[in-house]
């Protein structure tokens, strides 16, 4: 018995810039959506490269900003080319924490969500 990754999920307070910020960020781009007639939801897939794709759900009765407290989830991606990378994601100011002695540094979207970003193997 084997099992693939398929999506993770974030939900997200302000939809639209956190699809924006994850087209810009990653090159992720929306796939498919989903969005029932009364509106109390959308639920948004974006994909990079490969098959694995990134959950945003947006509910309509958020009133403030998700609380992510202590934890330290995060996802990670792999890039070819970390210092192309790490100078596009300061351009942007997203960098949040940079582990030199590692080579992988994460960065931050609008919810405060992080993203390890790590060399490709």
Same mark, same amino acid.
């Given at each position: 018995?084997?099992?693939?990754?398929?999506?993770?999920?974030?939900?997200?307070?302000?939809?639209?810039?956190?699809?924006?910020?994850?087209?810009?960020?990653?090159?992720?781009?929306?796939?498919?959506?989903? #969005?029932?007639?009364?509106?109390?939801?959308?639920?948004?897939?974006?994909?990079?490269?490969?098959?694995?794709?990134?959950?945003?759900?947006?509910?309509?009765?958020?009133?403030?900003?998700?609380?992510?407290?202590?934890?330290?989830?995060?996802?990670?991606? #792999?890039?070819?080319?970390?210092?192309?990378?790490?100078?596009?994601?300061?351009?942007?100011?997203?960098?949040?924490?940079?582990?030199?002695?590692?080579?992988?540094?994460?960065? #931050?979207?609008?919810?405060?969500?992080?993203?390890?970003?790590?060399?490709?193997?």
């Amino acid at each position: 018995m084997t099992f693939t990754p398929v999506h993770t999920n974030r939900n997200v307070f302000d939809l639209e810039k956190s699809i924006a910020f994850y087209k810009e960020a990653l090159g992720y781009e929306e796939v498919r959506r989903i #969005a029932p007639a009364d509106g109390h939801f959308i639920i948004v897939f974006l994909q990079g490269p490969g098959a694995f794709q990134l959950e945003l759900t947006w509910l309509r009765d958020m009133e403030r900003p998700y609380d992510l407290g202590d934890n330290e989830i995060h996802l990670a991606v #792999a890039t070819e080319d970390m210092a192309a990378a790490l100078a596009k994601h300061k351009a942007m100011g997203c960098v949040c924490y940079e582990n030199t002695a590692m080579g992988i540094y994460f960065i #931050a979207d609008a919810d405060g969500y992080w993203t390890e970003i790590v060399p490709a193997k």
